[in-house]
């Protein structure tokens, strides 16, 4: 089976340079070129491709925007960001994107984005050789379907997804509607509602302590009194964070540390 590829860039250097280095990508057929966001819908509507390989900067809409467009159609192709800008991996994996390479495309990584996509094909492949492969599905625990639970838990860093073990994680809370995990030094994204994961870290070790923040009580250094009967728990991680806890959670709190 060959994905079929469309590119979108609207710099020609940029399309040539990522043809080139598809050349290299056995299972890959790129069967489609665009310049701007117009171009690739139309062509998208045109033809299933298994995969759509797309800047983010362009004139008028821009990648992120084209992801977000293809979502609502029945079969889209699945979504491998190629730019020179670091800082829009949170919001790329937002619209559902497979993966996301930076400028100057390194060939390893390439390969591993294109065999991702292989891989989801493979796994819905009810809708035909060359059809447009459904979005990732959630983990089974996080949308009630059966299957086995492990410890670590999937986050977004830099464009790479990182399997964070539980023991791992100091924190998690929510900022600006997207949730973050805080483990020892770094903060990183995850699709994952705190609601679900609650239910699936180990609730022996963490603790809803407020509407925004669970935290992992081994992590926890001080319990430090702030006002009207509320508290703000110190973890051990890099910068010495401080998790707050409302004060209805500051009652269960004091029943489970006995104090």
């Known amino acids: 089976m060959k994905l079929k590829a469309l590119i979108v860039d609207d710099e020609y250097p940029a399309r040539q340079e990522l043809r080139f280095a598809l050349g290299s990508c056995d299972n890959v057929e790129i069967v489609g070129e665009a ?143 997207y949730v973050y995990i805080k483990t020892h030094a770094d903060k990183l994204f995850t699709r994952f509602t705190l609601k679900e994961l609650e239910a699936r870290l180990n609730s022996g070790v963490f603790f809803r302590t407020h509407r925004c923040y669970l935290v992992n009580l081994h992590k926890v250094k001080e319990i430090v009194p702030f006002f009207n009967g509320t508290y703000n728990l110190v973890v051990e991680d890099k910068e010495r964070s401080e998790v707050p806890v409302s004060r209805a959670q500051a009652k269960k709190l004091r029943r489970i540390l006995g104090f």
Do not use: W
């Open 35 to 177: 310049t701007n966001a117009a171009e690739a819908l139309a062509l998208i509507k045109a033809l299933d491709y298994s995969i759509l390989f797309v800047d983010i900067s362009m004139p008028g809409m821009n990648g992120l925007e084209i992801s977000s467009a293809i979502q609502e159609l029945p079969r889209p192709p699945q979504v491998v960001f190629v730019t020179a800008y670091e800082e829009y991996a949170v919001a790329a994996f937002e619209v559902n994107a497979v993966d996301y390479l930076l400028k100057p495309v390194d060939p390893k990584r390439l390969k591993k984005a294109v065999d991702k996509v292989m891989r989801l094909q493979q796994e819905t492949q009810g809708g035909g050789e060359n059809g447009g492969a459904a979005p990732i599905a959630a983990p089974a625990q996080a949308n009630g379907a059966p299957g086995f639970k492990i410890d670590r838990i999937p986050a977004e860093k830099q464009g790479k997804t990182i399997l964070v073990t539980e023991s791992d994680i100091f924190y998690a809370f929510t900022e600006q509607d």
